[in-house]
């Protein structure tokens, strides 16, 4: 059946990821970025809402969600709402559990993956994006060489979100030309976090670059053992959390811009009653909600274990585009106080553009 | 029920039925029709009517003897389906597909707003045995989108009303009146007064003394459809044929007639936009295939510092189109599932009526020399893609209804 | 210095063509587009006005404008709000007459260039497109092979105008991978006028497919001589005319519809007076505007001497989207009318959708 | 004077200069202004000081001492050449250049409206030794687009004026009145009956007691530049501070006040506009140079099927930067030659506007990892771009002041 409306228990988790973003997350947000400081409370509370536990199977000491990748979209979109920095540091431990979980042997699902549904939040990040203009997933420069019974892994990343306090690296390298992926522990000899790095938006989440310098793994730390991984299935889940997140943000701006204009009163009406004003934010909601239907296929594709990478593509990038029009449409109503930080929206337009360049970033 | 996008059996069935009727039937024909405007592709009509005809396939259809209801809580995928089917045999030929013999828009006045004797009267006649048309004329030479400025009066003369009036863009005007037994929906002004609470819709027959079909609309595109002028001079039609009360009831709350016809709107709205995404996604297609045999296949997922200008562009049509179709699905569901989606019908139109603008102006581009060309069909799909952003509420009307119900606004806050 | 006013001359030619394309173009262009005929009266009067003699130089009969391709821009706008089916068939000589101006020896100017001052319309054309999607100018299928005092032309060409009546064509073929062009006569063994082509617009001009099936020319035809041609200082030509055709089609789509939006009365006032419209009507005169600035500054640069490839290019392409971007806009706020055949709307959006692939049918 | 696109040599000149400030001065310390919010550049002020103090190089500098009119026909490039002089140090940086001392609006202000004798008692300052700075006025919480919604008041009170109220987004604010002997020009209102009839400009000179700088907003981007909040409590400035007429002059014919204002804005908007495309110009050139070091150079010419998606952004980026370069030209052009650019003025607004927007957000994008990094410059681009959207005048507000002159309607008749 084609079907548009969440089960009681996906309506349920989403009504209580939204009452935390906006009763935990909205209250936090812009001094968090402002401060470029993240809210540990808040990001614990966002983690003890179970949502990646919900989506490993019980097997593996997780929740076993039947549509996982479609409640994930469903949660993504709310803490996207909320704010994007912390939604991506709520969500940074699936940067690894998800790989771990689609990729992963059985012994290493059986290691790694029950820790994910611990109370404490999980020390672990993932490193993918390398910081050139040329950058591709599916053909990095970062490599990993086998030698005997191990792996070295020589190169560089960026955007790696919470390295500076990560027990855990999951780190992509270019294996014959393959991407692979290999679990790093902190400390391992050539690996070093570099400085944090300063970025246009989300700001609040401390993300780093890492140098490999000939780190040695042993061979048990190649993800998927023998089989290896394959990255465009990863890439997916992570284009799809991608989207969700941008329609909630895009939600978020929309809403605020459409307030603003009701309330706001200019030549003896509120904006709002301009069709100039008021066809912007038609537009607006339109483009969203073709971009969340977009993203709930393509996340309902994967659960229904297709490769789907069409869909999932078309909807992150539809996602970008519609994001940051929206963010760009939402500070222009609200002229010049879309431009002064102590309204959210050019927060929002500065988070919007980094969706294009978040590779990896999130996951569900 | 959970968010699912698998579409059923019973749809997929019928839908390999249109492509069929789409592949052998429409596509060999279908510019022969463009070129040979306003002849009627009768074989077509003859293919579609045993099926229109014996099931409730297309629209409104299904309501008739009174049995709507009903047959809507049997099969909650009527309008699902619909949108599918009218999807499917636009992919065809827009043109073809607007020729679809059954009652359309006018069966669906009556269906919405005619007493349960008047769906027997009027609508038995899409069961017979030849095809007949039904349609609504709204439209006059100076009220488009303002239908309030309608001009055409109704006036009562005992057991009759006579009717006086010109309308035009009536889509399928000349094969409801001069081709079949059919009917169109005239909507007319028992009091120019009264503004909208006067307008009231008239079933009017084929062979009214005094209706005559005065002109066919050359068109742009779909020109194997008639959008015809109609003229009506003292034309004299039974007290019974109005549809809903005579009774002109004043603003607040009332309306009742005119909001029959806004509410058909939410149906048809969907259709329009299925039609249009057939038209894009015939054009997606055939530009994918053309890229194909030159070698060239879109690499989804490769970064955008490697992708051509032209894998850029498609990846975009195919987005655009997509979210157009959702949007379009969920309308339909929503209405399937008994839920108001007025707000979603614009929507849904808005949105495809933009993409298959694009998509196809898009493709002559990228064609190139082909494009431009009438012997390839991308360059008609331009051509008739485009009344889709126009008719059933322009994309700026339908933009203005979505604004309104966003904001909360009334018709007069928001102008 | 910088400035935006054209020469008294300049503005009176400018002038008499827009009188022309008012009174002559603009009460025959549907019928002739309707029934695909060319109103060979009107065209011939349009050749009357001396355009291209204007631009060549008096040494070769003409009148030797000092900015000819300014002039060219301010004329070919006119004529392009006249009709663009009738333009492109008034510029048909240029087609033919500038390469051998811009490109010819002295010998071939001679020879060919007076004949272009005549009353009478010269019976010549050109052939540059070819009938496929990867169509090139600098990389043509179409070959011409040396063969000892020689050359044998071989391939397919496509649009090419008036092709059925023409006594001489210029034909633009590879030879060695260099595109280059050659004066053919009609009647040459091997060179077959095809059918006439069905496009979507300017059907009132016919333009026809070439068979090239080994046509043999005396060295001497190559335009040029040894010289040869540099194609794409001869595009830049047709760029710049192509681009102002297009200003002058947008303007006229512009003009019709902001008229119609004042005079068409819905919900107790002119359409005009909603913002939606208003501001549609705003960005259309903006981009107008824009691209015509672009286009006199390529043409400037032309007449100055300069290559100006990128002003050239960049001023077709912006041409391309911005007369599409007016022309569709013009049949939405025409509404139901901008969608049938006795409003002009429809046939500027069908005409305006070619310039994207009109390579080399008009130039100044 | 035919067609010509050729820069004179006398403005070459000072553009050449003004490269050696943005390229020495300016574009060092960008990153340093942008990461330090509202400290003050005095580097560039102290080197620009002699240079706008000595010559009429910015501005409305030129109608100083009452002799705008006879300089204006002595050289009819001051707009066409301060264009280019605002590109280029916007070329540097945006944010730097908004803090160049000299009389800005406020000075503007008077030179449009003030008597000779003010001219020469309020302007000279910015001739000085030490920088100063003029500023303008206008908005309030509650007035935004809509300036005849101000609430600030002006009370005569025998020879003074009494002035109360509160004005936001005073660009330059603190660098007029309290790190210099600047000036503000205020509007208010001499009778908040009387709506744009009554509203005047005031000179108000920095110590003036009951002036306060309240806030300076954090912005997105142009952060060298301070963004101010006055509070007007009970100010008393002399009578003859009044710009214009102090009577109300009503509806029809009046509004000479009102109409100062907007006419500043006929200078101003095409300075806005070339300061934002000098930003479009910096985004544009960086990301060809990056491109070109990974061996990527525009193929311009060649046929959409052979570009890649990049080079197809590039090129659009080209073309919309140097239509709106031309627009905003021809607008300055107009004015040095006398003619009425009001419309002109604002649609090079809005082109510049929609352009850098446009060109910064897609740089980004293009860059990828390194396009979203503060290591590069490009994000601060986008960031300072977008008040050029936005300041002066919205997107929107100068769409329908354009709509209106197209139309020849009214305020009234385009709302």
């Given at each position: 059946?084609?079907?548009?409306?969440?089960?009681?228990?996906?309506?349920?988790?989403?009504?209580?990821?939204?009452?935390?973003?906006?009763?935990?997350m909205?209250?936090?947000?812009?001094?968090?970025?402002?401060?470029?400081?993240?809210?540990?409370?808040?990001?614990?509370?966002?983690?003890?809402?179970?949502?990646?536990s919900?989506?490993?199977?019980?097997?593996?000491?997780g929740?076993?969600?039947?549509?996982?990748?479609?409640?994930?979209?469903?949660?993504?979109?709310?803490?996207?709402w909320?704010?994007?920095?912390?939604?991506?540091?709520?969500?940074?431990?699936?940067?690894?559990?998800?790989?771990?979980?689609?990729?992963?042997?059985?012994?290493?699902?059986?290691?790694?993956?029950?820790?994910?549904?611990?109370?404490?939040?999980?020390?672990?990040?993932?490193?993918?994006?390398?910081?050139r203009?040329?950058?591709?997933?599916?053909?990095?420069?970062t490599?990993?060489?086998?030698?005997g019974?191990?792996?070295?892994?020589?190169?560089?990343?960026?955007?790696?979100?919470?390295?500076?306090?990560?027990?855990l690296?999951?780190?992509?390298?270019?294996?014959?030309?393959?991407?692979?992926?290999?679990?790093?522990?902190?400390?391992?000899?050539?690996?070093?976090?570099?400085?944090?790095?300063?970025?246009?938006?989300v700001k609040?989440?401390?993300?780093?670059?890492?140098?490999?310098?000939?780190?040695?793994?042993?061979?048990?730390?190649?993800?998927?053992?023998?089989?290896?991984?394959?990255?465009?299935?990863?890439l997916?889940?992570s284009?799809?959390a991608?989207?969700?997140?941008?329609?909630?943000?895009?939600?978020?701006a929309?809403?605020?811009?459409?307030?603003?204009?009701?309330?706001?009163?200019?030549f003896?009406?509120?904006?709002?009653?301009?069709?100039?004003?008021?066809?912007?934010l038609?537009?607006?909601?339109?483009?969203i909600?073709?971009?969340?239907l977009?993203?709930?296929?393509?996340?309902?594709?994967?659960?229904?274990?297709?490769?789907?990478?069409?869909?999932?593509?078309?909807?992150?990038?539809?996602?970008?585009?519609?994001?940051?029009?929206v963010?760009?449409?939402?500070v222009?109503?609200?002229?010049?106080?879309?431009?002064?930080?102590?309204?959210?929206?050019?927060?929002?337009?500065?988070?919007?553009?980094?969706?294009?360049?978040?590779?990896?970033?999130?996951?569900? | 029920?959970?968010?699912?996008?698998?579409?059923?059996?019973?749809?997929?069935?019928?839908?390999?039925?249109?492509?069929m009727?789409?592949?052998?039937?429409?596509?060999?024909?279908?510019?022969?029709?463009?070129?040979?405007?306003?002849?009627?592709?009768?074989?077509?009509?003859?293919?579609?009517w045993?099926?229109?005809?014996?099931?409730?396939l297309?629209?409104?259809?299904?309501?008739?003897?009174?049995?709507?209801?009903?047959?809507?809580?049997?099969?909650?995928?009527?309008?699902?389906?619909?949108?599918?089917?009218?999807?499917?045999?636009?992919?065809?030929?827009?043109?073809?597909?607007?020729?679809?013999?059954?009652?359309?828009?006018?069966?669906?006045?009556?269906?919405?707003?005619?007493?349960?004797?008047?769906?027997?009267?009027?609508?038995?006649?899409?069961?017979?045995?030849?095809?007949?048309?039904?349609?609504?004329?709204?439209?006059?030479?100076?009220?488009?989108?303002d239908?309030?400025?309608?001009?055409?009066?109704?006036?009562?003369?005992?057991?009759?009303?006579?009717?006086?009036g010109?309308?035009?863009?009536?889509?399928?005007?000349?094969?409801?009146?001069?081709e079949?037994?059919?009917?169109?929906?005239?909507?007319?002004?028992?009091?120019?007064?009264?503004?909208?609470?006067?307008?009231?819709?008239?079933?009017?027959?084929?062979?009214?003394?005094?209706?005559?079909?005065?002109?066919?609309?050359?068109?742009?595109?779909?020109?194997?459809?008639?959008?015809?002028?109609?003229?009506?001079?003292?034309?004299?039609i039974?007290?019974?044929?109005?549809?809903?009360?005579?009774?002109?009831?004043?603003d607040t709350?009332?309306?009742?007639?005119?909001?029959?016809?806004?509410?058909?709107?939410?149906?048809?709205?969907?259709?329009?936009?299925?039609?249009?995404?057939?038209?894009?996604?015939?054009?997606?297609?055939?530009?994918?295939?053309?890229l194909?045999?030159?070698?060239?296949?879109?690499?989804?997922?490769?970064?955008?510092?490697?992708?051509?200008a032209?894998e850029?562009?498609v990846?975009?049509?195919?987005?655009?189109?997509?979210?157009?179709?959702?949007?379009?699905?969920?309308?339909?569901?929503?209405?399937?599932?008994?839920?108001n989606?007025?707000?979603?019908?614009?929507?849904?139109?808005?949105?495809?009526?933009?993409?298959?603008?694009?998509?196809t102006?898009?493709?002559?581009?990228?064609l190139?020399?082909l494009?431009?060309?009438?012997?390839?069909?991308v360059?008609?799909?331009?051509?008739?893609?485009?009344?889709?952003?126009?008719?059933?509420?322009?994309?700026?009307?339908?933009?203005?209804?979505?604004?309104?119900?966003?904001?909360?606004?009334?018709?007069?806050?928001?102008?």
């Amino acid at each position: 059946m084609i079907a548009f409306s969440p089960t009681e228990e996906q309506t349920l988790i989403a009504e209580t990821v939204k009452r935390f973003a906006r009763e935990r997350m909205r209250s936090v947000f812009r001094e968090a970025e402002e401060s470029s400081e993240l809210p540990w409370e808040v990001v614990n509370k966002g983690w003890q809402l179970g949502l990646l536990s919900a989506a490993i199977p019980e097997d593996y000491g997780g929740l076993g969600d039947a549509q996982p990748t479609v409640t994930g979209a469903l949660a993504a979109e709310e803490l996207g709402w909320g704010d994007l920095a912390l939604a991506l540091a709520i969500m940074v431990p699936g940067l690894v559990a998800l790989p771990i979980l689609y990729a992963g042997t059985e012994e290493q699902k059986r290691t790694y993956l029950p820790r994910f549904s611990d109370e404490g939040y999980p020390k672990v990040t993932a490193a993918l994006i390398e910081p050139r203009f040329r950058f591709d997933p599916a053909a990095l420069e970062t490599t990993a060489v086998r030698q005997g019974n191990e792996y070295v892994l020589s190169g560089r990343k960026a955007y790696v979100p919470l390295a500076a306090g990560a027990e855990l690296f999951l780190i992509y390298a270019a294996e014959k030309g393959q991407t692979q992926a290999f679990l790093v522990e902190r400390g391992a000899p050539g690996l070093t976090v570099g400085e944090r790095e300063r970025l246009m938006g989300v700001k609040a989440l401390d993300t780093y670059e890492l140098a490999l310098d000939g780190v040695r793994v042993p061979a048990s730390a190649r993800l998927g053992g023998d089989a290896g991984i394959d990255i465009n299935r990863l890439l997916n889940h992570s284009r799809v959390a991608l989207a969700a997140l941008a329609v909630g943000l895009a939600r978020g701006a929309y809403e605020y811009a459409l307030e603003y204009a009701k309330n706001r009163v200019a030549f003896g009406e509120p904006i709002a009653q301009r069709q100039s004003i008021a066809f912007m934010l038609a537009e607006m909601a339109i483009e969203i909600e073709g971009v969340r239907l977009s993203t709930w296929e393509a996340a309902w594709r994967l659960d229904q274990g297709e490769e789907a990478t069409r869909e999932c593509v078309l909807a992150r990038q539809n996602a970008n585009a519609m994001a940051l029009m929206v963010a760009d449409r939402a500070v222009q109503i609200l002229g010049g106080h879309g431009y002064i930080r102590e309204y959210p929206v050019e927060l929002w337009l500065r988070n919007a553009r980094g969706f294009a360049t978040f590779d990896g970033l999130a996951m569900i | 029920m959970p968010i699912e996008f698998k579409t059923p059996g019973a749809i997929q069935q019928v839908v390999s039925m249109a492509q069929m009727v789409a592949e052998q039937v429409m596509r060999p024909k279908a510019a022969y029709y463009d070129e040979h405007e306003h002849e009627i592709p009768w074989e077509y009509i003859n293919m579609m009517w045993p099926i229109v005809s014996q099931s409730p396939l297309l629209g409104a259809d299904d309501s008739r003897n009174g049995h709507g209801e009903a047959e809507r809580k049997r099969s909650p995928i009527t309008n699902v389906r619909l949108i599918h089917i009218v999807e499917m045999l636009s992919w065809g030929d827009a043109g073809q597909y607007l020729c679809t013999p059954g009652g359309n828009l006018g069966a669906a006045a009556i269906a919405a707003v005619g007493t349960p004797e008047q769906k027997r009267r009027f609508l038995s006649r899409f069961q017979g045995e030849k095809p007949a048309w039904g349609a609504m004329a709204m439209t006059e030479p100076q009220a488009g989108s303002d239908t309030s400025a309608i001009k055409t009066t109704a006036v009562r003369d005992g057991d009759f009303w006579v009717l006086n009036g010109e309308k035009i863009f009536c889509t399928g005007g000349r094969l409801a009146l001069e081709e079949s037994n059919g009917l169109v929906v005239v909507w007319a002004t028992v009091d120019p007064k009264a503004g909208r609470a006067g307008m009231k819709p008239f079933v009017v027959e084929a062979g009214t003394p005094g209706v005559t079909v005065t002109k066919l609309e050359p068109k742009l595109g779909i020109r194997a459809s008639d959008t015809a002028s109609i003229l009506l001079q003292d034309a004299r039609i039974p007290f019974d044929h109005i549809l809903g009360s005579p009774e002109v009831i004043s603003d607040t709350g009332g309306e009742k007639g005119f909001k029959g016809a806004m509410k058909t709107f939410d149906a048809t709205r969907p259709i329009v936009a299925a039609s249009a995404l057939g038209i894009a996604r015939a054009t997606i297609e055939y530009v994918k295939h053309l890229l194909n045999q030159e070698g060239i296949t879109i690499r989804y997922g490769a970064p955008l510092h490697q992708l051509s200008a032209v894998e850029l562009e498609v990846m975009d049509m195919e987005a655009q189109h997509r979210a157009a179709w959702l949007l379009t699905q969920k309308a339909a569901w929503m209405m399937d599932m008994g839920l108001n989606n007025n707000l979603e019908a614009s929507m849904c139109k808005v949105k495809a009526g933009d993409a298959v603008t694009r998509i196809t102006q898009k493709a002559v581009e990228i064609l190139g020399p082909l494009g431009y060309s009438r012997a390839h069909p991308v360059e008609k799909w331009m051509r008739d893609a485009k009344i889709n952003d126009i008719f059933e509420g322009t994309g700026q009307i339908n933009r203005l209804i979505v604004a309104r119900r966003i904001l909360g606004y009334t018709s007069r806050e928001l102008k």
